[in-house]
C-alpha cells in the first residue's frame, strides 16, 4: 500500500516552501490548474506496489529539503533492497505470483513516480525519498 495522498503532499509542499503556484506553472509552461493535474496523476505502478506488499512491506513517499542537484527517486533499487534484506529472489516472487521472472524485473523498472511529478517537486525545493516501512 502506499501511505501518500499525493495531491495533498504538492498542497503542502507548496504551503512548507512558500512558493506561489503561478510562477511555478510558468516554469513547467502550464497552467496552475494543469500543475495540479500532475500531482493528482502522480501513483506509483500497482504490480509494484505489489511486489513490495508481498515482501511485507508498504511504501511511504518523503520529502526532504533539496540540498545541491536533485537526485531522482530509484524505486527500483529501493526494491532491490527489500529481496536482499528479505532473502528472497525475483524466482521466487515470479513463482509466488504466478508470472514469468522477466515480469517481475518489469514491474520493479517501471514502478517509479512519473518524472512530471518528482520534477515538480524539485521545483518546490524538496526532494522525493521512499521509505518502505515492514508490515506486522
Do not use: C
Request: charged share 30%; aromatic share 10%; net charge neutral.
Amino acid at each position: 500500500m502506499v501511505k501518500n495522498d499525493f495531491k495533498w503532499d504538492i498542497k503542502r509542499l507548496m504551503h512548507e516552501s512558500g512558493k506561489a503556484i503561478k510562477p511555478i506553472a510558468e516554469e513547467f509552461g502550464v497552467t496552475p490548474e494543469n500543475l495540479y493535474i500532475t500531482s493528482y496523476q502522480a501513483s506509483i505502478t500497482k504490480r509494484y506496489v505489489e511486489v513490495v506488499e508481498r515482501l511485507g512491506y508498504d511504501i511511504q513517499i518523503e520529502y526532504v529539503p533539496l540540498e545541491g542537484e536533485p537526485v531522482g527517486l530509484d524505486l527500483k533499487g529501493a526494491a532491490e533492497e527489500l529481496f536482499r534484506r528479505e532473502g528472497r529472489t525475483k524466482v521466487s516472487m515470479s513463482e509466488e505470483m504466478g508470472v514469468a521472472q522477466q515480469q517481475i524485473a518489469k514491474y520493479l523498472s517501471h514502478g517509479t513516480l512519473n518524472k512530471r511529478y518528482v520534477d515538480l517537486v524539485h521545483a518546490l525545493g524538496y526532494e522525493v525519498k521512499a521509505k518502505f516501512i515492514k508490515r506486522d
